[in-house]
């Protein structure tokens, strides 16, 4: 039965999109807050703080897959909210990380979610939603309020917002450098506007999770002999 529905759905996907946009959501669709198990569209705080920390992690000098073992590590830590992250120790925090591959890096970002999750608390009473409110809307003043987060770059603002996009639709479309480099180098547009209009509104964020995937895997060649582009 899974493997009729999932034919019956990459079919689907064949007769709606354009077989490109159709192979990169069949090959790489996953988004990253599902790959971390989180359901952003609930818009509640733990899934948004959850992924903030996934984006942390990845501003740090690390693969994508170590970033994203060590957001697991944090929930199997049991710290799925500010509060309960705030209760940790420094060392515990380091033991986790280490676990998860930051054998170099282990001891500083242990410090660092500690200072992002101080003022995550201070500044917005543990809920992201508040930061929401606060960016009204403004991509610019929502990446800039995301960079005070200690730890957190550009790199790792714009892969919150590119992900929380599905629950805060006021900041769709948004696209981030590595994904435009991938849809221009798959000739699918330059900027934000003109990939939205190879996908409906609701697959968007999916579109950018496949094109950032693609991305860090090299697959372009892959994608393209999929979509029968040779």
């Known amino acids: 039965m899974l493997r009729t529905g999932l034919v019956s759905q990459n079919a689907f996907m064949s007769d709606r999109y354009p077989a490109l946009v159709a ?60 509060k309960k992250l705030a209760d940790s120790t420094w060392s515990q925090r380091v033991k ?25 608390l201070s500044e917005y009473g543990g809920d992201l939603r508040r930061l929401r409110e606060a960016a009204d809307g403004d991509t610019d003043a929502a990446i800039k309020k995301l960079m005070a987060f200690k730890g957190i770059g550009k790199v790792g603002a714009s892969i919150f917002l590119r992900e929380v996009q599905a629950a805060w639709p006021e900041f769709y479309p948004f696209a981030d450098k590595a994904t435009l ?50």
């Not at 971390?36 to 992690?57: D, Q």
């Open 23 to 82: 192979a990169l959501l069949e090959r790489h669709g996953t988004t990253f807050a599902d790959e971390l198990g989180v359901n952003i569209e609930r818009n509640t705080p733990s899934p948004l703080f959850r992924l903030l920390c996934l984006a942390m992690l990845t501003s740090a000098p690390v693969q994508a897959d170590v970033a994203m073992r060590a957001a697991r590590a944090m929930a199997d830590a049991g710290w799925t909210t500010p």
């Open 96 to 120: 986790a990380l280490n676990g998860a591959g930051y054998a170099r890096v282990d001891e500083k970002t242990s410090t660092q979610l500690k200072d992002f999750n101080d003022t995550l």
């Open 181 to 230: 480099k991938a849809a221009s180098t798959l000739g699918l547009g330059e900027d934000a506007e003109s990939l939205s209009r190879q996908v409906s509104q609701s697959d968007f964020v999916r579109l950018i999770a496949a094109l950032v995937r693609t991305q860090l895997a090299n697959d372009f060649q892959a994608i393209r002999e999929a979509a029968g582009h040779n």
